[in-house]
């Protein structure tokens, strides 16, 4: 507790700027059932194209439908996204990269070369060309049938893995050839009981950092595959869908139509940015050290 409350006390404002967007948006994915005042997916085609007013306050889209209530429920596409691709590319690649710095030999290159080789392509690319392979349908693994939103969480996982395993392997790599590793493996210590004691903790503090960053990059993600159609399917809501119907209301007056929906993707990664970015500097020594300095 005593080392929480110390964490939560070397945030700088930033962090809790970020934190404090990131709650909110959480909460309103969570709650959004209680809190939307329409159902996101009703028509009403009198109030077509309505801009924001008391009844609406956000206006609603082509099809009379509530813009504040589709960006709430839009927040949880986004967020699962997100925060599932981190958690998938986090197990692939914190164990590739352990796997990797702890074995050593041949089994290191071919691990390490082919995350080299996915790294080195832009992961919208990929996602990009793969989702445009398969289809945007469910796809059936076996006795399941995957729908399309857990294809994607799936596949921007597999592509954050690289980064993943990059950062652990760094770590592991060191810590797996320090003496005192040594000297527990020389005293009876198995490898699981090093991996799991002495190399992963000190693999967990940029783990979280660069997951927190991640979460951002697969919102952005998320919202441009289905800006291009490719991703979470009408009429379900997703900020990056709401933008791809609103293209044509740039010219036409309609503008609540595309600005409320980008400045909930711009805010909610500004969020998660400025969160990482205190996260990173409250694992940093030398972030300590620059403080006592100044």
Same mark, same amino acid.
């Given at each position: 507790m005593s080392s929480l409350r110390k964490a939560l006390h070397g945030l700088d404002w930033s962090g809790w700027l970020g934190a404090g967007i990131v709650g909110l948006i959480v909460l309103a994915a969570i709650f959004a059932p209680l809190i939307a005042p329409y159902d996101p997916l009703a028509l009403n085609i009198e109030d077509r194209l309505a801009a924001p007013d008391m009844r609406h306050w956000l206006g609603t889209d082509q099809g009379g439908r509530d813009i504040l209530s589709r960006?709430?429920?839009?927040? +949880?596409?986004?967020?699962? @996204?997100? &925060? =599932? #691709? @981190?958690?998938? =590319?986090?197990?692939? =690649? *914190? %164990?590739?990269?352990?796997?990797?710095?702890?074995?050593?030999? !041949? =089994?290191?290159?071919? /691990?390490?070369?082919? /995350? $080299?080789?996915? #790294? %080195?392509?832009?992961?919208?690319?990929?996602?990009?060309?793969? /989702?445009?392979? !398969?289809?945007?349908?469910?796809?059936?693994?076996?006795?399941?049938?995957?729908?399309?939103?857990?294809?994607?969480?799936?596949? *921007?996982?597999?592509?954050? %893995?690289? @980064?993943?395993?990059?950062?652990?392997?760094?770590?592991?790599? +060191? &810590?797996?050839?320090? $003496?005192? /590793? +040594?000297?527990?493996?020389l005293q009876g210590a198995s490898h699981w009981q090093i991996v799991i004691g002495d190399v992963l903790p000190n693999c967990l503090s940029p783990i979280i950092v660069q997951g927190t960053l991640l979460v951002a990059i697969g919102i952005v993600i998320e919202a441009s595959i289905s800006f291009v159609g490719l991703g979470v399917q009408p009429p379900q809501p997703s900020w990056g869908t709401m933008l791809s119907d609103a293209r044509s209301a740039i010219y036409s007056g309609e503008w609540w139509l595309p600005v409320f929906p980008g400045l909930a993707i711009s805010l909610t990664v500004i969020g998660f940015n400025l969160l990482g970015d205190a996260v990173r500097d409250l694992f940093d020594p030398r972030s300590e050290a620059r403080t006592l300095v100044a």
């Open positions: 960006i709430l429920f839009g927040a +949880r596409a986004s967020l699962f @996204v997100g &925060i =599932g #691709a @981190v958690l998938i =590319g986090g197990l692939i =690649g *914190v %164990s590739a990269g352990v796997f990797a710095a702890y074995k050593g030999g !041949l =089994g290191e290159q071919i /691990v390490m070369r082919i /995350v $080299d080789g996915v #790294a %080195s392509i832009p992961l919208l690319v990929w996602a990009i060309a793969i /989702v445009g392979i !398969l289809g945007v349908g469910p796809m059936p693994l076996g006795p399941l049938l995957l729908p399309n939103e857990v294809k994607i969480v799936a596949l *921007v996982g597999c592509l954050f %893995s690289p @980064v993943f395993a990059r950062v652990t392997y760094a770590v592991a790599k +060191r &810590i797996a050839g320090a $003496d005192y /590793v +040594r000297a527990r493996f």
